[in-house]
């Protein structure tokens, strides 16, 4: 089983739709969640965090996270062309260590 | 807030010869910088974490001998990519980690490497 899971798509939405990104994790002991974008051929930038179950929301984003079911989720409302990009989802491991767990990511198109 | 910057952008060089890429975290200090390494359509590879002050902690299968990484200050890191090959290039990232932060990182804008 992997480490992180996602659905590497292409997902494809039009524009002003929800867009739904997926993750699961395998270490039950993370506890510290994050939403990546990375644009093609630039490097990855945080867009979200989330630590507690539930939803939190920014803006068009919200990321959902549910420990139990080892899940974490990114909503993105009213979905622009220049959503079009790769979300990777990264949890930080359990340990004394700061690394994050990297997923392949899902790429993201959104039609004009 | 929370910038880092690399540098070069792009370096193009010859098989044999060493690269230096620097990495600063421009508005807060970083106690840990991890360097990682990106092929085309492939997930991030992290190389190493380096912490100020200590030597790196390299991933399994990363010669440390061949990437040198040093964290000087609490903003800035280097990798040099010694004695490069053609295999070696890829699109490297540093990302840093703040003193006073939880465990998000930020990363630079990367660097492409391209050894001829």
């Given at each position: 089983q992997k480490e992180v899971e996602q659905n590497s798509g292409p997902l494809s939405v039009p524009e002003g739709a929800i867009a739904s990104l997926n993750c699961t994790y395998s270490d039950r002991g993370s506890q510290s969640f994050f939403w990546y974008r990375q644009y093609s051929g630039k490097s990855p930038e945080l867009i979200m965090s989330i630590y507690s179950n539930g939803d939190k929301e920014d803006g068009r984003f919200t990321a959902q996270l549910n420990k139990a079911s080892q899940y974490v989720s990114l909503l993105i409302r009213d979905s622009q062309p220049s959503d079009s990009a790769t979300y990777l989802c990264a949890p930080k491991g359990a340990g004394n260590n700061r690394k994050l767990i990297w997923g392949l990511g899902t790429s993201l198109a959104v039609n004009p | 807030g929370a910038v880092v910057s690399q540098h070069p952008s792009r370096v193009i060089c010859k098989s044999g010869t060493s690269v230096k890429i620097e990495c600063r975290s421009l508005d807060f200090q970083a106690t840990t910088m991890f360097w990682y390494r990106q092929f085309p359509k492939k997930s991030l590879m992290l190389m190493a974490t380096s912490n100020e002050g200590s030597k790196a902690t390299y991933e399994q299968g990363v010669e440390k001998d061949k990437f040198l990484i040093n964290h000087a200050s609490l903003t800035l890191s280097t990798l040099t990519v010694t004695s490069a090959h053609p295999e070696d290039s890829s699109f490297y990232i540093c990302s840093a980690a703040s003193?006073?932060?939880?465990y998000e990182q930020y990363f630079g804008p990367g660097t492409r490497l391209t050894v001829t």
């Amino acid at each position: 089983q992997k480490e992180v899971e996602q659905n590497s798509g292409p997902l494809s939405v039009p524009e002003g739709a929800i867009a739904s990104l997926n993750c699961t994790y395998s270490d039950r002991g993370s506890q510290s969640f994050f939403w990546y974008r990375q644009y093609s051929g630039k490097s990855p930038e945080l867009i979200m965090s989330i630590y507690s179950n539930g939803d939190k929301e920014d803006g068009r984003f919200t990321a959902q996270l549910n420990k139990a079911s080892q899940y974490v989720s990114l909503l993105i409302r009213d979905s622009q062309p220049s959503d079009s990009a790769t979300y990777l989802c990264a949890p930080k491991g359990a340990g004394n260590n700061r690394k994050l767990i990297w997923g392949l990511g899902t790429s993201l198109a959104v039609n004009p | 807030g929370a910038v880092v910057s690399q540098h070069p952008s792009r370096v193009i060089c010859k098989s044999g010869t060493s690269v230096k890429i620097e990495c600063r975290s421009l508005d807060f200090q970083a106690t840990t910088m991890f360097w990682y390494r990106q092929f085309p359509k492939k997930s991030l590879m992290l190389m190493a974490t380096s912490n100020e002050g200590s030597k790196a902690t390299y991933e399994q299968g990363v010669e440390k001998d061949k990437f040198l990484i040093n964290h000087a200050s609490l903003t800035l890191s280097t990798l040099t990519v010694t004695s490069a090959h053609p295999e070696d290039s890829s699109f490297y990232i540093c990302s840093a980690a703040s003193l006073a932060g939880g465990y998000e990182q930020y990363f630079g804008p990367g660097t492409r490497l391209t050894v001829t």
